[in-house]
């Protein structure tokens, strides 16, 4: 709350009121006043001006103060979220509603800086006309480069079907080198996929792994957290 506004909630009422009270008293209980207001009627209408202008401005400061409060109340309810996010494990269902509330487009900008946080190279494709690959990896291990390529699926009561893989598959051998597929998906896969992705290699990344993942990182960003606070950690 800006410190200009604070305490300024009463300031209409106190002004209203305070003209009123004041034209009662020239009015009932000083009579000679009332006499000298009538004779200068000039200087009387250039007061009541002045405190109509003032309880004006008293009303635009009560309204913006109650803005400024409920906007203060808003990044409130933000920072205690992320703060909820980071030092606070969620159970498995509140993350993978989390997960479900993003919109396909921010599932895979989360799996980029998921990889991004763990040493990749990663960028999110276009999300039209991505022919199946939502994000490319890279990453150098021992001086060998390994590339990677993830098809995201945001699923909630479908299964991932072999199509999918299939078209995973044909991906991962249609680059100048091959390329390693890995399927993320908030759902399983069915029976099928799962013995096409043991045959050729691919990866899956499942709800389950999604969250144990999340684990890390909240452990790791609280670990960082402390060690910061009490200055062993550079």
Request: proline share 3%; glycine share 4%.
């Amino acid at each position: 709350m800006s410190p200009k506004l604070k305490g300024n909630s009463n300031l209409p009422y106190i002004l209203i009121g305070g003209t009123f009270v004041l034209y009662l008293i020239i009015k009932l209980a000083i009579p000679q006043v009332t006499i000298w207001v009538q004779a200068n009627w000039v200087l009387t209408i250039t007061i009541l001006a002045i405190a109509v202008i003032l309880t004006i401005l008293g009303v635009i400061l009560y309204f913006k103060n109650r803005s400024s409060a409920s906007s203060v109340d808003k990044k409130a309810i933000a920072h205690n979220e992320v703060n909820s996010f980071a030092f606070t494990p969620w159970s498995r269902e509140h993350f993978e509603q989390w997960l479900m509330a993003k919109t396909p487009y921010q599932f895979e900008e989360y799996i980029r800086n998921l990889l991004t946080k763990r040493g990749f190279q990663a960028i999110q494709t276009s999300y039209s006309h991505d022919h199946g690959i939502d994000v490319i990896a890279s990453k150098t291990e021992l001086g060998i480069r390994h590339d990677y390529i993830f098809q995201c699926k945001q699923y909630k009561d479908t299964h991932v079907s072999e199509p999918v893989l299939v078209q995973l598959f044909g991906n991962m051998n249609a680059g100048p080198s091959h390329r390693m597929g890995i399927i993320v998906s908030t759902s399983r896969l069915t029976n099928a996929a799962q013995e096409f992705a043991e045959r050729h290699a691919i990866t899956n990344w499942d709800i389950d792994f999604l969250y144990q993942q999340y684990l890390k990182e909240v452990a790791s960003y609280d670990y960082d957290r402390q060690s910061n606070q009490s200055g062993d950690y550079v």
